[in-house]
């Protein structure tokens, strides 16, 4: 059924796996104790030394609920796939959805359920390169495997998708469950992003432009908003949420760990890799109209795309012109201390948001000497805040551009 009147969505269940930990809570307390998920990498490069790999995928601890046949699917998985299957079996956990072997405790939910989970590399690259594959099936290699994968494993019979929008994907795979909820095409769904890139041919291609940091040095590699930065870290994660209609929520008793209150897309139409701002300007304009004054009234949390390239002084000065008229806002990037999921962003940017508006506790950027004087402030440490707002922006080579707005849940 398709409502006229738009319904509030609020968000059940949150799922991340990356090299800082299995869960989003263990995530979340190493991004605030300052911990670093950058090591070396695993062969050798010419170039590159560094990346946010995942070190210990144990494929049985973490399916330990499937049977031997669910198992042994997920083992044909790209890693990127397996990541994403992880991903998005702790948020349909967290949402009270799945029995203790990981099927549906209300089969009929999963009968209608769609996902959305985005890439922007999948497992493409695991047939390419001196690491690659040696025998390998093209089921392997298509990067809609991150939506097919889960939703084969979890049973889930709704719209099954893999957006493509660069390194924004995820959040656009967000934003298009908002929407269809919002307006009465679902009632639940599943959606994030999931990566894992981290191979020979595709470091090539990303240090042929130059945009990756060459640096050995695991805690200075990836320092977005930093004077000395010195470019990106590949990571591989995975991070997806549970979203639904305020009503399904209550109805069902599930817990809610905040409101998805609005999703603004665009394009800057400029530079194929460099934005110049003019589309984040537009979002972030108006995921700030959506907030109310209860929403303004204490401080606005910004979850930046900055990756440690030039970018994050254009991304800055957006942020200075679209809050100007917000007393408090506090920025924070994530990738400092993960480095860039790439399509996964996102949805680990939104999960970080969610705990951010739910704890209040702001994790310390990893930065040293701030690439210039922002009119917000960047912490260096763990701060407490009364967070009242949170954006999560998303940035993608193409000019994909997109932002999330989320605040508390309070029932009207």
């Not at 999703?263 to 589309?279: E, K, L, Q, Y």
Request: net charge negative.
């Amino acid at each position: 059924m398709i409502d006229t009147e738009p319904r509030r969505v609020v968000v059940t269940g949150i799922g991340a796996f990356s090299a800082l930990g299995d869960s989003a809570s263990k995530n979340f307390q190493n991004l605030v104790d300052g911990q670093i998920g950058i090591s070396p990498l695993p062969f050798e490069h010419s170039t590159i030394k560094l990346a946010g790999q995942i070190a210990n995928f144990n494929l049985r601890v973490v399916f330990s609920g499937f049977d031997n046949a669910r198992f042994k699917e997920t083992r044909r998985l790209p890693r990127a796939a397996q990541i994403s299957d992880a991903a998005v079996q702790e948020a349909l956990r967290s949402a009270w959805l799945l029995n203790d072997d990981s099927w549906f405790r209300d089969p009929s939910l999963a009968e209608e359920l769609p996902i959305y989970m985005a890439t922007a590399i999948g497992g493409g690259f695991d047939v390419d390169g001196p690491d690659a594959k040696t025998k390998i099936k093209i089921i392997q290699v298509l990067p809609d495997t991150v939506a097919s994968g889960p939703g084969r494993l979890f049973g889930l019979k709704g719209t099954n998708m893999s957006p493509v929008a660069a390194c924004a994907g995820s959040g656009e795979a967000i934003g298009i469950a908002l929407r269809n909820i919002r307006h009465g095409y679902n009632d639940i769904a599943v959606a994030g992003g999931a990566e894992s890139g981290i191979m020979s041919r595709h470091l090539d291609y990303y240090a042929e432009i130059g945009a990756l940091s060459n640096s050995e040095d695991p805690q200075r590699a990836s320092m977005p908003f930093d004077a000395n930065a010195s470019g990106i870290v590949l990571a591989e994660l995975g991070a997806a949420l549970v979203l639904e209609s305020e009503e399904h929520a209550v109805r069902r008793g599930a817990q809610i760990f905040g409101e998805a209150l609005e999703f603004a897309t665009g394009s800057d139409a400029s530079h194929p890799t460099m934005s110049d701002g003019s589309a984040l300007r537009k979002t972030m304009r108006r995921v700030r109209m959506a907030f109310d004054e209860e929403n303004t009234d204490g401080v606005i949390f910004v979850q930046a795309h900055a990756t440690g390239t030039e970018g994050d002084i254009v991304e800055g000065e957006v942020i200075e012109e679209a809050l100007a008229e917000d007393r408090e806002k506090v920025v924070y990037s994530y990738k400092g201390r993960t480095g860039h999921p790439l399509g996964a962003a996102g949805g680990y940017g939104a999960f970080v948001t969610l705990f951010v508006l739910n704890s209040g506790t702001v994790p310390p950027n990893n930065i040293e000497h701030p690439v210039k004087n922002f009119d917000f402030e960047l912490p260096q440490q763990a701060v407490q805040k009364r967070v009242t707002a949170g954006i999560s922006n998303s940035l993608g080579f193409g000019g994909n551009t997109n932002s999330l707005g989320f605040v508390p849940y309070v029932p009207h």
